[in-house]
Every structure is written in structure tokens, then in C-alpha cells.
């Protein structure tokens, strides 16, 4: 005998599964943590995760294509700042997204196929990914008592450490003009990182965090529309 029950379950199975399939769809098994923390946007085996933790919510906002390894670390992490946050994984999830839309996931083939890319491309992600790491970098650097030693800050040192070398390649073969405004903007993010931890470090009362959003707001509006001209250049 069939009951109301069960098959009310098996409408909401079936109609999870619909949404299991929507999800993998849209991510092209991409796993947004990885293309957003990592700017890697290859193909991850990987779980849909359910980022409020609860299973029974499955709204596609409430989902995300994660890589194995990226979905254990979400579920095992707390509330505490250093964790991944649900706002941060939605966010890298809408950027994934939009990247995916626009058609520009052949990018991933970069490792694979180098002789079809042009090459300044490879310039354009390394100044996206520090533009990104600052960001989270000054984020964590204020949300923590203890961020000197934030991991973020280790990648932005290794991620600054292979960009420079990178440029050089490329100095040459780049127009005077575009080495000059990658050099500025360079320059830009790293006295932005400088001057935010200047405001941070003594203390953090109101006036702190006024000074902090001050140099945000200027970093924010100097800076975004560099990035732009410089992605129009090098893509
Ligand atoms: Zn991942």
C-alpha cells in the first residue's frame, strides 16, 4: 500500500534530484572555492554542499558545487572568523557563475593547451587573484586577534613572490604603457595592504575602523577601474 507519506518523499527526492542536476549544470562541476580562493577553475570531483548545514534546505541559493577536499573543510568549520563563511562561499559561487556564463571557463585550459593562449592572459589572473587576496587578507586581518599569521597572508606572499618574476617575462613583449599601469596597480595593492595594516595595528576603536573604511572607499574607487582597463588589455 502506497501512503501520502511516501509519496510526498518521493516527490521531494525526485525534485532534490532535479535540483542535484541544476546545480551541477550551472557549476560545470567547478568547484567555487577553488576558483575563488585559488583561481582554479578545472573540473573537481566533488559533493553538493548544503551551506547553511542543513540538509533539508535545498533552495539552489542554498547550494554549491564543492571539490571534495573544499566540502570537508566547510563542514568542519565553526562560526569563528578564520572558518569559511557563508557569504564568503555564496560569493565566490555568484563570481563562478557569472565567469561560466560569460564563456570563459576555456581559460582553465591554460595548463593544458599554452601555445592557443595568448600570453599576457596569464598576467591579467595573478592581478585578479592578489586584487581578491588582499581583499580577504585585510578582511581577516581585521576580523582576527591573531592574523599576522593567517594563512591568506602566506599566499599573498607567495602569490607576490611568483607575479614579479612573471611580469619581468613579459616586460618586454608589453606595451610601455600597459607595463606601466600593471606596475601602478601593483603598486596600488600593495600600499593599500600597507596602509591598512598601519590603521589596524595600534588598536581597533571607532576611529580605527572610520580611518580603515576611509582607505577602503579610496583603494576601491582608485582601483576598479584600472582592473578593468587592464582586463580589456590583457585578455
Ligand atoms: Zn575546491
Redesign the pocket.
Known sequence: MVTGISIMAKAQRKKNLKTDEYILKKSKRR?C??FGL?C?SMR?R?QIAHLDRDPSNCRTDNLAF??L??HDEYDSGTSQSKSIQISEVKAYRDELYQYIKSGKLRDSEIHEKPEKINEYNKIFPYLRCLYNDIGLFVKQYYDSENSRNSEISKVLHERTKEFVPLLAKYELSLSKKLYAEITTFFDLLLDYKNRVEGAVSINRDEMVYKRWLAINTEFYEKSAPMLERLKTALQ
Open positions: 568547484c572555492l577553488c585559488n582554479d573537481k566533488g564543492l571539490c577536499d573544499h
